[in-house]
């Protein structure tokens, strides 16, 4: 269930008392414990004992560390199974806490209410779960969907320029996969701003739940939104474990840029498209320095994406800007063509 909310918070606390929990929790980071817990709070009118749950903000704290302290708490506060987990955050937040609440006990109930552009249009969207394993991207994971996600996107305010960015690959994403439209009006901003990204977040939010509910458990169709990640999570495990993280959307950018050309090798999508798809990722994020990373390393990481099937590269590729395809092989030539490429923008 999608819940769109502009400036109705109250409509969470009656969610809450529907479910009418047992025991009720707030997961949160530092920093969205400070700009926007208390608007969730004051907007929560419940006489149902709360605790509030807090970690480290980053990538780092997605680990099987942090989610085995979060179910000793909850066993500790006597969390059954009818206690509501409240997950208020970005991806990270939201990936962990719905892998916790999915696992604890086999399951309990989960809400999200994102923080952030990328977990309002792309992360909190669509029932998947995931800690990451040895630097390895959602490596580990459940299939659950929560009770409902909360859009309010008043708490985008709060967000540094990069982060807005960051959010913006994967709306991106969505309209060259999806909607040309969506992708042409996105690609046509001339700046990013909260202003200016609000009208487009419901719309890229429901593009991506339109294709989840198709295929769920991503058997098939939901594989187009993997598009720009085969890659992008590599470069984002890689400069992880180097422990040089970057935004999880410059990574996505960055595979943008590259499955595309692939696509475009292909004989898929024409040069036109991919110098207009290149040139709108180039104007907007920086262009990730791949002179000091080992191609070859990057390559064994992609082979630990779930997509990929008997130890061969499948990736997701453009028939065109609107429209994808997904489970093709790829050769690992044509992978490091198409990251020269990039390396030399």
């Known amino acids: 269930m999608l819940k769109i909310l502009d400036k109705e918070m109250e409509a969470l606390s009656a969610l809450i008392s529907e479910i009418n929990p047992s025991r009720l929790f707030f997961l949160c980071d530092e920093n969205t414990h400070s700009y926007c817990l208390t608007t969730v709070l004051s907007n929560t009118e419940t006489s149902i004992p709360y605790e509030i749950l807090e970690i480290e903000p980053g990538e780092e704290m997605k680990t099987l ?5 979060l179910w000793d708490i ?9 206690a509501l ?21 086999r399951g309990i ?11 309002m249009c792309d992360a909190a969207i669509g029932g998947k779960t995931g800690i990451d394993l040895h630097h390895i991207k959602n490596a580990i994971g459940t299939f659950q969907k929560p009770k409902a996600i909360f859009l309010y996107t008043e708490f985008l305010t709060t967000l540094p320029y990069i982060e ?11 309209g060259l996969i999806l909607d040309e439209a969506h992708f042409h009006e996105l690609s046509s901003l001339e700046e990013l701003t909260v202003e200016k990204l609000t ?26 939104l993997n598009f720009g990640h085969t890659i992008g999570h590599a470069v984002e495990s890689y400069l992880l474990e180097k422990a040089r993280p970057i935004p999880h959307g410059e990574a996505v950018a960055l595979g943008i840029v590259c499955e595309s050309f692939i696509s475009m090798e292909m004989g898929m999508l024409h040069h036109e498209q991919f110098e207009k798809i290149t040139s709108t990722v180039q104007r907007f994020f920086p262009t990730i320095d791949l002179h000091e990373i080992d ?8 082979y ?37 490429y990039y390396k030399y923008l």
């Open 304 to 340: 630990s994406d779930k997509k990929n099937v008997n130890g061969t590269l499948r990736f997701t590729l453009l028939n065109e800007i609107g429209t994808g395809r997904y489970d093709i092989e790829i050769k690992e030539d044509l992978v490091r063509k198409a990251l020269n």
């Open 164 to 174: 807005l960015r960051s959010g913006f690959a994967e709306m991106l994403k969505h």
């Open 65 to 69: 560390t942090t989610a085995s302290q």
């Open 74 to 82: 909850l066993l500790e506060f006597g969390a059954d199974r009818r």
């Open 85 to 105: 987990l409240v997950c208020v955050g970005g991806g990270v937040i939201c990936d962990l806490g719905g892998f916790v609440a999915s696992t604890y006990k």
């Open 199 to 224: 009208p487009y977040i419901q719309s890229s939010a429901l593009l991506k739940t339109a294709v989840v509910e198709k295929d769920f458990t991503e058997s098939g169709e939901r594989k187009l």
């Open 295 to 302: 191609l070859s390393s990057l390559i064994t990481l992609m």
């Open 109 to 119: 109930p989960c809400i999200y209410v994102p923080t952030t552009l990328l977990s």
